[in-house]
């Protein structure tokens, strides 16, 4: 148990699951579980690191052509002046060890500037400036036993972090610094500290695009659920340096006396089987949650195949895991006698979702799209989270293009919305993970309703205010639930971005009431 009789959580241990947060108390949601500054932190790589890279020292994107350099060290920064070069939370300490490497460039700088590597520096170097904070990083778990040589991720921290690190610092530093800064050093104890990184950090995405990785004491153990009863946010703009980056973990349903807190380290809108491999993968623990147990997903036929039958005759069921926790589970259809490896439908599966990225790479061509919503549906159940990603696309260009305006496409965007709204709750009930999809369809929703009630009948005349009443009322409701959705997602650029399309909307929606002398 956690020694603060206080807290809402308790700190227990199992074989299975080794320390995990269990609740110790009722919680409601919105209710804080708990708040706590990061161990440490440090940038990651952009996504185009030839274009752009984060200063070292507040982690602002700068463009690698024009940027200035540490005078130190060379790394690229905002500004000479950055506070954060001589901030021992940020660039002042590694500073002294990437100096050691006198050479600067301003080609192939991807390579030479690794960002990614930063926070294992960071992590060895707590040796010397935080007894305290080392120790709770040693604590961490590592799986090693996963990560051998000759492993994927082994060899991956090897050739990016470990060798990096060594040969272009680390071996380059006197004895007198390496025993003050670095007194425990060795390749083991840095691929040791890539697995703890790996396993446990948590992404902290800034309002500028760049992200962090960020190591937390207490948040690392909560136990994963693809049902999470947990969302967690970040302080990124905390006038106390003490407070930066700090997370902030909130029940999001109720949580009984006793219940294990969960958050989710997958994502929501995959099916079981790229969840499951995704967390073997990154994690190294098989999920066993109550998604993952039930072959419907939660009744939501999430990952459901259709069946084609057994070769005499066509049949209308349902294919199904029989047991979803096996890797090597049949899939059997709900009416007939048919059965599939689940090798053959991993392979199909896996050939749908490539033909999917495929079309949304393209920009999203509403005929294209379509037609791609179509043949797939031949094989898919139409809850199916390849078809859920079609659809989501499509509502977002139905009624926005002269072409698909028409009432019966408003309606059939309706449809789509109402049933990604429908399968979108089941699978996040507390809006942990999918607030902003739940924001977008909501207000997609809104949007439709809002411009069907807005067009004239087939004969050109006004629709009077008891035919569109029913859809006025739900409108409402959609960009209020979409508005709702975001409350904690305001520090993001993408939820301030969607806040102001929701708020113009809603003002939108007053101005037409008001028009329409309409009172809801």
Request: aromatic content about 6%; charged content about 25%.
């Amino acid at each position: 148990m956690d020694g603060n009789t206080n807290t809402p959580y308790e700190v227990r241990s199992s074989e299975k699951l080794g320390r995990y947060l269990v609740s110790s108390r009722d919680l409601d949601p919105g209710d804080v579980i708990l708040t706590e500054a990061p161990i440490i932190f440090g940038p990651k790589a952009m996504s185009d690191p030839e274009l752009k890279m984060p200063c070292v020292g507040c982690y602002r994107p700068i463009f690698t052509d024009a940027g200035e350099r540490c005078a130190k060290c060379g790394w690229p920064v905002c500004s000479g002046n950055c506070s954060g070069l001589t901030d021992t939370r940020h660039h002042g300490m590694e500073c002294l060890i990437l100096r050691s490497r006198a050479h600067c460039v301003v080609d192939n700088m991807a390579d030479y500037y690794r960002h990614d590597a930063l926070l294992a520096l960071r992590c060895l170097l707590l040796q010397s400036v935080d007894a305290q904070r080392w120790k709770q990083i040693l604590n961490m778990q590592s799986h090693m036993e996963c990560r051998m040589p000759g492993t994927e991720a082994y060899e991956e921290a090897e050739e990016f972090i470990v060798e990096y690190l060594i040969k272009n610092f680390i071996s380059k530093l006197d004895n007198d610094t390496k025993m003050k800064y670095l007194p425990e050093m060795s390749k083991e104890l840095l691929h040791r500290i890539c697995g703890i990184i790996d396993t446990n950090a948590l992404e902290i995405r800034l309002p500028d695009g760049c992200e962090l990785n960020g190591l937390y004491a207490r948040t690392c153990i909560m136990e994963h659920s693809c049902i999470p009863n947990t969302k967690h946010t970040f302080n990124v703009n905390a006038n106390s340096k003490k407070d930066l980056y700090s997370i902030i973990v909130k029940a999001v349903v109720h949580i009984p006396k006793g219940t294990n807190i969960s958050t989710m380290y997958s994502h929501a809108l995959w099916g079981t089987q790229a969840r499951r491999q995704h967390l073997k993968d990154t994690k190294y623990f098989s999920c066993e949650c109550p998604r993952c147990s039930d072959p419907t997903e939660l009744g939501t036929y999430f990952s459901a195949m259709k069946c084609i039958g057994d070769g005499r005759k066509l049949c209308d069921g349902i294919h199904l895991p029989e047991n979803p926790l096996d890797d090597e589970t049949d899939w059997a259809c709900s009416k007939c006698n048919a059965k599939v490896g689940n090798s053959q439908v991993n392979a199909i599966v896996v050939q749908m979702g490539e033909e999917v990225d495929n079309v949304l790479m393209m920009g999203g061509v509403i005929s294209v799209l379509e037609n791609l919503l179509c043949r797939l549906s031949t094989f898919l159940h139409s809850n199916h989270y390849h078809l859920y990603t079609i659809k989501h696309s499509l509502i977002q260009l139905y009624g926005r293009q002269s072409s698909y305006m028409s009432e019966d496409i408003l309606d059939k965007k309706i449809v789509m919305c109402r049933d990604l709204i429908s399968i979108t709750t089941v699978l996040d009930p507390g809006n942990a993970r999918l607030s902003l999809y739940k924001a977008v369809l909501h207000h997609e929703l809104f949007s439709a309703l809002l411009l069907k009630c807005k067009k004239v009948k087939s004969d050109g005349s006004i629709k009077k205010e008891e035919e569109i009443k029913p859809q006025i009322v739900e409108a409402k409701d959609a960009v209020y639930t979409a508005i709702e959705a975001l409350r904690d997602d305001l520090e993001e650029t993408s939820g301030k971005k969607l806040m102001n399309v929701l708020e113009k909307s809603k003002r939108e929606y007053e101005i037409f009431c008001k028009e329409k002398n309409i009172n809801i």
